[in-house]
């Protein structure tokens, strides 16, 4: 299965973007569905994951009050809406996924996380 992310842009600080990303068998179930993200010179970092049941969310707690994560499992999509962009949220943001259901002490670990996506630029000028 492919994921195929969208949604990057270029905003200014303050402001906010939507990034989705579907898979391309919308039958095949990712239990676990995550985005991440990297910076120039910095490694990959954990933003925010969901459970197939939508009832279980996590996030890295640099963002967590202004981004939300959400689900479709009926086009096995997931989206993450970004709200008070700073200069910092500055990244390329992948989304993974993952056939298993990760244990909550591993939805941060990127290597729980078997599909990804291309990446997409996210670029918050001050």
């Known amino acids: 299965v492919q994921l195929q992310a969208s949604g990057g842009g270029l905003v200014q600080a303050g402001g906010s973007l939507s990034l989705s990303c579907a898979a391309s068998?919308?039958?095949?179930?990712?239990?676990?569905m995550a985005w991440f993200r990297q910076a120039p010179g910095k490694e990959r970092e954990f933003v925010s994951a969901v459970r197939w049941n939508n009832n279980s969310k996590y996030y890295a707690d640099s963002v967590r009050g202004r981004f939300t994560i959400s689900r479709d499992n009926t086009k096995n999509a997931v989206y993450l809406s970004l709200n008070s962009l700073k200069p910092e949220d500055t990244a390329v943001y992948y989304c993974?996924?993952?056939?298993?259901?990760?244990?909550?002490?591993?939805?941060?670990?990127?290597?729980?996380?078997?599909?990804w996506g291309q990446g997409t630029q996210v670029t918050v000028s001050s």
């Open positions: 068998d919308r039958t095949f179930k990712l239990n676990g």
């Open positions: 993974a996924g993952s056939p298993n259901a990760p244990i909550t002490s591993a939805v941060r670990d990127s290597q729980m996380y078997t599909y």
